[in-house]
């Protein structure tokens, strides 16, 4: 089977929506069975801590594929994140549950999926690893290289969530560059 073939099932079940500004793709225990791609925006996936506060634990510019499902919801199909636009965002959705059909019948959208999942997992070990290792102001540095430009596309207290730290550190750090640069 071809490619086009391979994945004729998914485009043919897929639907898109259009996601304005603050708007949820995804809620905590949302059912949550299906696969996302985001054709055009900025979306920023979160969970809620021990204490209440939102912890952004991702950005998805697109085009890009989200985390998979299979990563992202409970043994129940409920999503386990918070998934917002920032921006005014475009995006596609089919059945997690075509897409393993179609993974196990034809090799190369099993690479496809495999590449997504493998991306995933590597996102979040340099995450996890950075989190762990790096002084905040280097971690700074690492979401500029990620993500670049979007530093200045987003919210402040968004971009300190992520890197752990709270909005004032995140302006201290902000200054103490400045300064540094002067």
């Known amino acids: 089977m071809d490619d086009e073939a391979g994945f004729a099932p998914v485009l043919a079940a897929m639907r898109t929506r259009q996601l304005a500004p603050g708007e949820a793709l995804l809620q905590v225990g949302q059912q949550a069975d299906d ?3 985001l054709l055009a925006g900025i979306l ?18 697109g085009p890009t594929a989200l985390t998979p499902a299979i990563a992202r919801v409970d043994a129940n199909g409920r999503s386990r994140i918070h ?21 196990l019948r034809t090799p190369s959208v099993q ?27 280097q971690r700074l540095a690492l979401f500029r290289q990620q993500y670049p430009g979007l530093e200045a596309s987003i919210a402040q207290h968004h971009v300190a969530s992520y890197l752990g730290i709270t909005p004032v550190s995140l302006s ?3 200054a103490r560059e400045r300064a540094a640069g002067d």
């Open 35 to 37: 696969e996302c791609v």
């Open 44 to 61: 920023r996936s979160s969970v809620g801590d021990a204490e209440g506060r939102e912890v952004t634990l991702a950005f998805h510019q």
């Open 83 to 103: 998934c917002e636009a920032l921006s005014a965002a475009w995006v596609a959705e089919f059945p997690a549950a075509l897409l393993v059909e179609c993974m």
């Open 111 to 137: 690479c496809w999926g495999d590449a997504v999942l493998r991306a995933e997992l590597l996102r979040r070990a340099d995450r996890e690893w950075s989190l762990a290792a790096l002084p905040a102001a």
């Open 172 to 174: 201290r750090l902000r």
